[in-house]
């Protein structure tokens, strides 16, 4: 009887294309939900057009954050891209980031309703400003794991990957 040696654990590995669909369903619904938030007041028919304009913070807001949204998603897009092959930590990890991403219309909203107001303008700044910070810092540990892992397609030149 021979002593067999024992083999390291095999991470499953997954194909991409769910997740690359999942999370661009995902990006479409966190901006669809950014418009949803622009209204204007009930009873503005005798002033439509003040009342268009009263809701600029709300119009502003909308702008940042969709272009927010769109540069996550290009970056998103451009790792996803470079992926031959998955691992449930990254699927986890993508998913985190994807739930920071899906939560920026609130803060939004927020900072929509509350930027002249002195205090609650801060605080919800503050709460905007720590979706956007985690949402970076999620994006870069997603594609800092990708590379560590060696989860990056072969045909991406090393330059490229840096």
């Given amino acids: 009887m021979t002593a067999q040696k024992a083999q390291p654990a095999q991470v499953p590995a997954f194909r991409t294309n769910r997740v690359e669909a999942f999370s661009d369903g995902v990006f479409a619904i966190a901006i669809t ?12 028919e005798h002033d439509l057009w003040g009342a268009v304009m009263d809701e600029w913070p709300s119009y502003l807001a909308y702008l940042v954050s969709f272009s927010t949204v769109g540069a996550v998603w290009v970056g998103h897009t451009v790792i996803t891209e470079c992926l031959a ?3 449930p930590v990254l699927i986890r990890l993508n998913l985190l980031l994807l739930m920071v991403v899906s939560f920026l219309p609130f803060p939004t909203k927020l900072l ?7 205090r609650p303008e801060r605080v919800a700044a503050t709460i905007y400003g720590l979706n956007l910070l985690l949402t970076a810092m999620l994006l870069s540990l997603l594609w800092r794991y990708a590379v560590r892992e060696g989860l990056i397609r072969t045909d991406i030149a090393d330059d490229d990957v840096r």
């Fill in 33 to 44: 939900l950014l418009v949803l938030e622009l209204a204007v007041p009930a009873g503005s």
């Fill in 112 to 118: 929509a309703e509350y930027v002249d107001e002195d």
């Fill in 85 to 87: 092959r998955a691992t």
